[in-house]
């Protein structure tokens, strides 16, 4: 007898793979998604900037700038690739997978407005030489990533010395991400508003 395997199994994998997708089109193509009027807008303004904002995707916070984004390079990614962040401004993207088999696509930044949740763990980083700890918006709590700091530091610091140090960083999940100025694109003035 021949074993069938559940239909929801087989959807919820693409699907899956779909929805991050989107998220990154999302958060790196806004003017692939912009209509009509918005698309000539945005030309007219010269695209975006690599001062644009980066939001929670979820409630809209002020999370970092696009200047913060700082490439820091790991072995332990599965793969990496390039793409554009407004104005040409290139941004690397790594592909990682944690002990679960859960795998996320993530930005590093220097500096971001999250709230980290000490202690730091030296287990399983995805960055050698590196304690990482949960990022969350300070919003509305959703898990944005994670903070990453040396590991002959202390388990436990304060937020100012993770933010004052050369030596940390932020790995963002891309999907969890939004550009602002995409956003803004999505709020659109209805023609019989406009004169």
Not at 39 to 58: D, M, P, Q, V
Not at 68 to 87: C, K, M, W, Y
Not at 108 to 135: C, E, I, L, N, Y
Not at 175 to 195: C, G, I, Q, V
Request: proline residues 6%; charged residues 20%.
């Amino acid at each position: 007898m021949t074993r069938k395997r559940s239909p929801r199994l087989l959807i919820k994998q693409p699907g899956r793979l779909i929805v991050q997708y989107v998220s990154f089109v999302l958060l790196f193509y806004p003017a692939a998604y912009q209509p009509g009027e918005a698309c000539a807008a945005a030309a007219e303004e010269g695209g975006t900037s690599a001062a644009t904002l980066i939001l929670c995707r979820a409630c809209g916070h002020e999370l970092a700038h696009g200047t913060d984004i700082h490439f820091v390079p790991s072995r332990l990614a599965l793969s990496s690739r390039n793409d554009t962040l407004g104005e040409g401004r290139r941004v690397t993207i790594q592909l990682f997978e944690n002990p679960h088999g859960h795998q996320f696509e993530v930005i590093t930044f220097r500096k971001a407005d999250v709230t980290q949740h000490w202690p730091a763990d030296k287990h399983f980083s995805w960055f050698p030489g590196f304690s990482w700890t949960v990022a969350t918006c300070p919003r509305c709590k959703t898990h944005l990533g994670w903070a990453f700091q040396p590991s002959d530091w202390p388990d436990t610091i304060t937020k100012t010395s993770f933010d004052e140090s050369e030596h940390t960083f932020l790995a963002l999940i891309t999907y969890r991400l939004l550009r602002e100025d995409f956003a803004s694109s999505l709020l659109m003035t209805p023609k019989s508003f406009m004169s």
